[in-house]
Structure formats: C-alpha cells, structure tokens
C-alpha cells in the first residue's frame, strides 16, 4: 500500500482562453489488486482528493479583474504499474473523479460554481517514480483530462481540467 502527499500544478485547458496555472495539493491511499501476470505488472486502485483549478483574468467592461477556480475532486485512480527496476516504475491507467466543491474566489468573495461544473471528470494519469530503498518514493504524474468540466447552458466552449503532480510516496511493504 502507498500513501502519498502531492504538490500540484493545475490548470483548466480547452477552448476558454483566460485561464493560467494555479497551485494546489493532493493526497490519498493506493493498493495493489491481486494479479498474477508474466510480464513486470502491477496493478492499482485508490482515491485521493485533490485541489485542482485554475487562475484566471477577465475584463467585463471595468477594468481587468483576477480571480482563481478551486475545484474539489474525490479521484480514483487505476493504474497500471510497469518496473523498469527494482526501484524505477512507469505507470499510466484511467482516473474517475468526482467533484466535490467548486468555488471562484475574486475580489475579496467567494462563489459557489458546482452548478456550472460536472459532477463527473475522467482523466489519465501517466507517471514514473522512483523508489528509494527506506520505503520513501518520488513520482511525478500528470493526469490530462478528456471531458469537458463546463455544465453551464451558457457555456458553449469545452474545458478540460489538466494537473502535474510532484508526489512524496511512502510504500508499506508486504511482510
């Protein structure tokens, strides 16, 4: 079993054009589901919640305002682990996630956006890490997302969410 603690870099991509980079975090459990394969495979599944999102700028007629998006998912990701080595594995699989908050923070107030947001988000998450020999790990993941995020009826352009996560893992080893 992992647990990870992730530093992320997230963003919104797609047809919108004001959105930028905006920090965030994750953390979360992963497993490794029994499989006897040949081939140097494992097989994972777990959860993480994430803060994920973007900044953004906009002029409505007054003036440039600046703001951020955080949305709140549950994800759950299910990966498929290669190992090049003993201490070296590549990874890539697919991530339902589930949104849990949407906010938009701008000019001193926050507003709630979970109706301009879908519920559901799927991404593929491709990583590789590196695993050091005292049960500590450092991975990088990205997990481009392939739905569009925007539920408005007004919003006839598509958005995609987009996270680079650093992750500190920790692995517990079978006895």
């Not at 999102?53 to 703001?67: I, M, S």
């Not at 906010?103 to 590789?128: A, H, M, Q």
């Amino acid at each position: 079993m992992d647990v990870n603690l992730a530093g992320v870099h997230s963003r919104i991509v797609g047809e919108s054009d004001s959105w930028s980079g905006a920090w965030g975090f994750q953390g979360g459990v992963e497993a490794e589901v029994p499989f006897t394969c040949k081939l140097p495979l494992t097989y994972w599944g777990g959860f993480n919640i994430s803060m994920q999102g973007a900044g953004w700028e906009d002029d409505w007629g007054e003036g440039l305002f600046e703001g951020t998006t955080r949305l709140w998912y549950l994800n759950l990701p299910l990966t498929t682990r290669y190992y090049f080595s003993n201490n070296v594995y590549g990874e890539i699989g697919l991530q339902p996630g589930f949104l849990l908050s949407a906010k938009e923070n701008y000019d001193g107030e926050s507003y709630d956006l979970k109706d301009y947001v879908k519920t559901f988000d799927l991404g593929i998450p491709l990583g590789v890490t590196y695993a050091f020999p005292n049960n500590f790990g450092l991975g990088l993941r990205i997990v481009p997302g392939v739905l569009n995020i925007n539920e408005s009826e007004w919003a006839d352009y598509k958005d995609r969410n987009f996270t680079v996560a650093l992750r500190g893992i920790y692995t517990f080893k079978k006895k």
